[in-house]
C-alpha cells in the first residue's frame, strides 16, 4: 500500500463490483465499490450483507464449516454470530445462487465467481475468469425486458455458466482447494502476468501466519467497531509473522525447557536400564552369529532363482527346437500321406479303367456272338451281301407294312412284288450262269499272293469269272496291281489304308439259289396276304403288327451286322488296354508299397519327435512350476528380491528337490529371524533403541535393518562408558541454556514493546475529529511478564541442575498459562491480550485514557489496521478497498470530508448502509448513493427473492461528465417498498 493513490511504480490492485444473484434476499443486485458509496433502504433490508459478502471472496475457503472464525458474520440485532447454517443458506440458499466481485490488477480485470458446491455440505465453490463483468452479465440477468427492471435467467445453471465461461476464455479456472486459492489469490509475482492475473491482495509473503493476520485485518475492515481482542489479535498476528525470519523470532517452547531437566534424569534412568538388559544382549550376540551363517541360503536362493530363469530361457529354445524338428517330420508325413492318397487315387482310377475294359470285352464278345450266329444263316456271302439283303428285306417290310395300312399302297406294292418276282427270275437264270463258268474265277486262276490282297479289298473280286481262261497280259496286270498293297501281320496296307486278311472260300451257289427261290415264294406270300386283306379286314392289326415286329427284327439284326466288323478290333484294344491297366496297377501298388514303407518310418521318427517335445514341455512346465514358487517364496519374503546372486545355479541342478530343500533352509532362516525381531523389538520396547521409522515393526523387515539395529545395540553397549561421561557434560550444557532461555524471553519482551514504539511514531501527526495525539498501548499477560521476572532471578551458572523445586514452581506457571491439552508453545496471541489508546484533545496538556466513543474508535482502528495492512502487503501495492462502517451516522460531519481523503489516499473505499432517514449532508459528502429497496422483479428466481439493483449509483458529479455515473433511467420506475 502507498500514501499516494496512483503514483509512479505502484501495483493497483482493487474491488470494482459486487454482484448477488439470488443471494442475501436480493433477486439481483449489482453495486460498485470503486468509490465511497452509501447504501439506502429500508432497515433490515439486508445492506450490510451485501458489503460483508466480500469476505467469501477475499478469504481462501470453501466451505462455511466453522464460519464464525472464517468469516465472523454477526447477528448485530442478537449480539450474536450468525451459525454455519444460517450463514450459508443466506448467501446460498437456491441453486441459482452466485456472488460475482469484479477486480482488476496490473494482469487486467478480472471476475471471481461464488457458486453453491453440492461436493459436501456447506461449500461453495469458485470460478475465475480473466473478463469484466460487462460480458457476463446476460448469464446472471436478463435486462431488456418492457420495464427496464430485467427478469431471471430461466436456463442459469452452474454447468451452463461454466460453459459459457469457458467459451469467454481459455484462461477461465474451476478452483475450490484451499491451498490453490491462497496461492491465486495472494500472488505477488508482479512481473508474471500470468501468477497475479487472479490475484486481490498480494502478500509480502504467503506463509501461513502472514494468512492469518491477513484474515484478522480483512474481518476488521468489514467491522470497523470491533471489540479490543480483535484489535489485539490483528496485532499478535503482525508481531508474530514479523518475527518468523528474525534471529530473534518469538519461538520459545517452555515445554523444552520444562522437559530438559525430565530429560535429564531420564537418560541417568536409562543408561541404568540398559545396564540391565547386557544379557539378553549377549544372547542377541550368540543367536545373530547362528543367524548370518544360515545368510548364505539368500544368496543360494538367489542362484537358484536366476538358474529357474536361465533354465526357462534355455527350455524355451529346447521346445523351440523341438517344436520345429516335430513339425518337419509331420510336414513330411503330410506330404508322404499326400503321396499314398494320390497313389490311391491313380490306382482307384486304373481299377475303373480296367473294370470299364471287362465291360466293353464282355460286350464285343457278345457283339461277335450275335454277328457269327447272324452270318452263318447265310452260308459263304459277304458281310456286304448280306447288308444289303437284310436293307432290302426292311425296305420289303416296310412296303408291306404300309400296303396294309394303305389301299393305295397295297396296289403300288402289288406292283413292286411282280416287279420284284421278275428281277428274281432273272437272277436265277444269271446264277445258272455263274454256277457254270465258276472254274474260270480270279482265286481259281491267280496265285494265292495275288488274289489274297485283292480279296481283302473285297471277295467279290476274287469271286469274279471272266469265263475263260486269263491272258498273260491280263493276268500280269492283275499281279501287278496286287504287288502295291504291303502285307502286315493283319492284312494289307494301301498306303495308309490297311484292309483286314479275308480266308479264301467258294461261292455256294445252291445256297443262293434256295435264298432267292426263298425270297421268290416270300413275294408270292405277301402278294397272297394282301390280295386276302382286302377281303378280310379283321385280319389286317394282326398282320400289321406281325409285320412291324418283323421290321424290328431286320432292323436289330443290321445293327448286329454294323457291329460285326469291329468286334474283333473292340475285342482286341479293350484286351490290350486292359492287360496296360492291370500292369500300371501293378506298378502303382509297388510305389503303394514302398510309400507306405516310407509312411512307417516317418510316423516313427514323428512319434520319436513327439516325445521328445512332450519331454521338454513337462520341463518347461515343471520350471514354469518352480518359478511360480520362486515368486512366492518372495512373496513371503519380500527382502529376498534384493538379494544378488554371485552365480546363477546350472541348468541341470534346478530341481524340484533342490528348491525344497533351499526352502527347508529359508523356513529355518526365517524361524531364526523371528527370533532375533523378538530380542530387537523387546529391545525398542524397553525403549533401548529407536525404532523411528518403524521398520522393526514390519512383517519381514530388511536384512539391512536388522544388521544395522544389531550393528546400533552393539555399539550401544560398548559406548556405554562414553555415554555416562556425556551425560555429566549434558547436564553442564544445561545449566548454560537456563541463561539463554532467560536472554530470549527478555528479548521477545523488548521487542512487544518496540513495536509499540513504532505503531506510536507512525501515528505522529494522525488527528481524528478532535483528537491531535493518539498513542496505543499494547498489553502482555501479567504470568508472561512474571515469568520474564522469574527468569531474570535464577543463578544458571552453576555446576548443578536446578532444583526440582525450581521446576515445579516453573510448571505450576504453565498449567495457569496455557489451556489443558493445547499447545504449549509460547506465541503472541497468548502473550498479548488487549491494546488501549490514549489521546489528546488540542489545547489539552497530557494524554487521557479514557475511552473514546466508538464512531472515534472505528476511526483510530481504521488508522491502526491501515498500518498493519502495509506490513503484511508486498511493498508498493496500492488497493482500491471497500472499507465498512456502519457508525457512519456518528462520525462528526465537520470530519468527513478529512475522513473521506484520507480513506482515499489509504486505498479505502468507504461504504457504508443508512436508512432514508440518513442527513442529505452526509450523502452528499459521501457523493454517491444506492437505493437498493426501490424495484422488484416479476419473473424472479425464487419467489421470497424479488428485490432488484442494478444500472449503477446515483450521486453529485462535482464537475465530471455525466458519462462517469451509470445509466440512471430506472429512477422513474422506483417507487418505496415496505420491506
Known amino acids: 500500500m502507498s500514501d499516494s493513490q496512483g503514483s509512479p511504480g505502484n501495483f493497483n490492485f482493487g474491488i470494482r463490483r459486487l454482484v448477488l444473484v439470488d443471494s442475501a434476499g436480493f433477486c439481483y443486485v449489482e453495486i460498485p465499490v470503486d468509490n465511497h458509496g452509501l447504501i439506502l433502504g429500508p432497515g433490515n433490508l439486508g445492506k450490510s450483507s451485501l458489503l460483508n459478502s466480500l469476505r467469501l471472496f477475499l478469504l481462501p475457503e470453501n466451505t462455511f464449516k466453522n464460519s464464525r472464525k472464517k468469516f465472523a458474520f454477526r447477528n448485530a440485532s442478537a449480539g450474536s454470530f450468525y451459525t454455519n447454517e444460517e450463514s450459508y443458506q443466506h448467501y446460498f440458499p437456491s441453486q441459482f445462487s452466485f456472488l460475482i466481485m469484479e477486480a482488476e490488477n496490473p494482469a487486467g480485470v478480472h471476475c471471481q465467481i461464488l457458486y453453491r458446491d453440492s461436493a459436501s455440505q456447506l461449500s461453495y465453490g469458485r470460478a475465475f475468469v480473466p473478463v469484466g463483468y460487462d460480458q457476463l452479465r446476460p448469464l446472471f440477468w436478463d435486462g431488456d425486458d418492457e420495464d427496464g427492471i430485467g427478469q431471471a435467467v430461466p436456463e442459469l445453471s452452474f454447468s451452463r455458466l461454466s460453459e459459457a465461461l469457458k467459451k469467454r476464455s481459455k484462461e477461465t479456472r474451476l478452483v475450490n482447494d484451499p491451498a490453490k486459492l491462497k496461492q491465486m489469490l495472494y500472488s505477488s509475482e508482479l512481473m508474471n502476468a500470468d501468477a497475479v492475473r487472479y490475484s486481490v491482495l498480494p502478500l509480502g509473503e504467503s506463509d501461513e501466519r502472514r494468512v492469518q493476520s491477513l484474515r484478522t485485518l480483512i474481518l476488521l475492515l468489514f467491522e470497523m467497531k470491533a471489540d479490543d481482542q480483535a484489535m489485539s489479535n490483528a496485532v499478535a498476528s503482525i508481531i508474530e509473522a514479523d518475527k518468523k525470519f528474525a534471529d530473534d523470532a518469538f519461538d520459545f517452547n517452555i515445554d523444552d525447557f520444562l522437559n530438559r531437566h525430565d530429560q535429564l534424569k531420564q537418560q541417568q534412568t536409562q543408561l541404568n536400564r540398559i545396564e540391565k538388559e547386557r544379557s539378553r544382549f549377549e544372547k542377541l550376540e550368540k543367536d545373530y552369529q547362528a543367524y548370518q551363517t544360515l545368510l548364505r541360503s539368500q544368496h543360494d536362493f538367489a542362484a537358484f532363482r536366476d538358474g529357474v530363469s536361465n533354465a526357462l530361457q534355455d527350455i524355451g529354445l529346447k521346445r523351440k527346437a523341438a517344436a520345429e ?70 425296305e420289303s417290310r416296310k412296303g408291306h407294312l404300309a400296303a396294309l395300312k394303305s389301299a393305295a399302297q397295297a396296289e403300288i406294292r402289288l406292283e413292286q412284288i411282280q416287279k420284284k418276282k421278275q428281277e428274281l427270275e432273272r437272277k436265277l437264270e444269271s446264277l445258272q450262269e455263274r454256277e457254270s463258268k465258276q472254274h474260270w474265277q480270279l482265286q481259281n486262276q491267280l496265285d494265292e499272293g495275288a488274289a489274297a490282297p485283292l480279296r481283302a479289298v473285297d471277295p467279290r473280286l476274287v469271286m469274279a469269272s471272266p469265263g475263260r481262261d486269263l491272258d498273260a497280259d491280263s493276268k500280269a496286270a492283275i499281279e501287278a496291281f496286287a504287288r502295291l498293297f504291303v502285307p502286315n501281320d493283319k492284312g494289307f496296307d494301301w498306303f495308309d489304308t490297311e484292309y483286314q486278311a479275308q480266308p479264301a472260300r467258294q461261292t455256294d451257289f445252291a445256297e443262293q439259289r434256295r435264298h432267292m427261290e426263298g425270297e421268290l415264294h416270300g413275294l408270292e406270300k405277301e402278294r397272297a396276304e394282301l390280295a386276302d386283306t382286302a377281303n378280310q379286314e379283321h385280319d389286317r392289326p394282326r398282320l400289321i403288327e406281325r409285320t412291324e415286329k418283323e421290321i424290328r427284327a431286320i432292323e436289330k439284326d443290321l445293327e448286329t451286322l454294323q457291329r460285326y466288323p469291329a468286334t474283333a478290333t473292340t475285342l482286341r484294344d479293350a484286351t490290350e488296354e486292359k492287360q496296360a491297366a492291370e500292369e500300371q496297377l501293378a506298378k502303382l501298388e509297388e510305389q ?109 523387515p530388511a536384512s539391512s535393518v536388522i544388521r544395522e539395529t544389531f550393528k546400533s545395540l552393539s555399539d550401544l553397549f560398548a559406548g556405554m562408558a562414553e555415554r555416562w561421561n556425556v551425560l555429566e557434560q549434558q547436564v553442564g550444557i544445561h545449566n548454560e541454556t537456563v541463561a539463554s532461555y532467560r536472554q530470549a524471553l527478555k528479548s521477545n519482551h523488548e521487542h512487544i514493546a518496540r513495536f509499540e514504539a513504532q505503531l506510536n511514531r507512525e501515528l505522529d ?32 551458572y552453576g555446576n548443578q541442575l536446578q532444583s526440582d523445586a525450581f521446576y515445579d514452581r516453573l510448571r505450576v506457571f504453565v498449567a495457569d498459562f496455557f489451556v489443558e491439552g493445547g499447545s504449549k508453545r509460547l506465541t503472541m496471541d497468548k502473550v498479548i491480550t488487549g491494546i488501549s489508546y490514549r489521546t489528546r484533545k488540542e489545547n489539552a496538556a497530557n494524554l487521557d485514557k479514557k475511552g473514546q466513543s466508538t464512531s472515534t474508535t472505528a476511526l483510530i482502528n481504521l488508522e491502526l489496521v491501515y498500518r498493519l495492512l502495509k506490513r503484511v502487503l508486498y511493498p508498493g501495492v496500492q488497493l482500491s478497498f471497500p472499507m465498512v462502517l456502519d457508525e457512519l451516522a456518528s462520525v462528526d460531519i465537520s470530519q468527513m470530508p478529512s475522513l473521506l481523503e484520507r480513506l482515499r489516499k489509504q486505498g479505502f473505499n468507504l461504504f457504508s448502509a443508512a436508512t432514508h432517514s440518513a442527513s442529505a449532508e452526509v450523502i452528499y459528502l459521501i457523493g454517491r448513493h444506492l437505493e437498493v429497496g426501490q424495484m422488484r422483479t416479476a419473473k424472479p428466481y425464487s419467489p421470497q427473492r424479488t428485490l432488484v439493483f442494478w444500472g449503477g449509483a446515483e450521486g453529485f458529479t462535482n464537475g465530471e461528465a455525466m458519462s462517469h455515473w451509470a445509466d440512471q433511467a430506472q429512477a422513474s420506475l422506483m417507487e418505496p417498498v415496505d420491506e
Do not use: C, W
Open 592 to 700: 503303394a508299397r514302398l510309400e507306405q514303407e516310407k509312411q512307417d518310418a516317418v510316423q516313427q521318427k514323428a512319434a520319436k519327435a513327439r516325445a521328445e517335445k512332450e519331454r521338454i514341455e513337462e520341463r518347461e512346465r515343471e520350471l514354469a512350476g518352480l518359478s511360480r514358487s520362486v515368486g512366492t517364496v518372495e512373496h513371503r519374503f519380500p527382502h529376498l528380491k534384493t538379494v544378488e546372486a554371485e552365480k546363477p545355479l546350472d541348468i541341470e541342478q534346478v530341481s524340484v528337490a533342490a528348491f525344497d530343500d533351499l526352502q527347508t533352509q529359508l523356513d529355518d532362516l526365517e524361524e531364526r529371524r523371528r527370533s532375533i525381531l523378538d530380542h530387537l523389538r523387546q529391545f525398542v520396547y524397553l525403549g533401548i533403541h529407536e525404532d523411528t521409522e518403524g521398520e522393526l515393526q514390519k512383517d519381514s
Open 325 to 394: 524338428a516335430f513339425n518337419e517330420q509331420n510336414e513330411t508325413l503330410r506330404h508322404v500321406l499326400q503321396a499314398l492318397k494320390k497313389l490311391e487315387q491313380d490306382a482307384s482310377g486304373l481299377k475303373g479303367e480296367i473294370r470299364s475294359a471287362d465291360r466293353r470285352i464282355k460286350q464285343a464278345e457278345q457283339n461277335q456272338k450275335d454277328g457269327d450266329l447272324l452270318v452263318s444263316q447265310y452260308g459263304e456271302m459277304t458281310l456286304q451281301e448280306i447288308e444289303d439283303i437284310q436293307k432290302e428285306e426292311l
Open 765 to 796: 501527526g494522525v488527528r481524528i475529529n478532535d483528537l491531535v495525539e493518539i498513542r496505543v498501548d499494547i498489553h502482555t499477560d501479567p504470568k508472561f511478564r512474571n515469568l520474564v521476572e522469574e527468569a531474570n532471578n535464577i543463578d544458571p
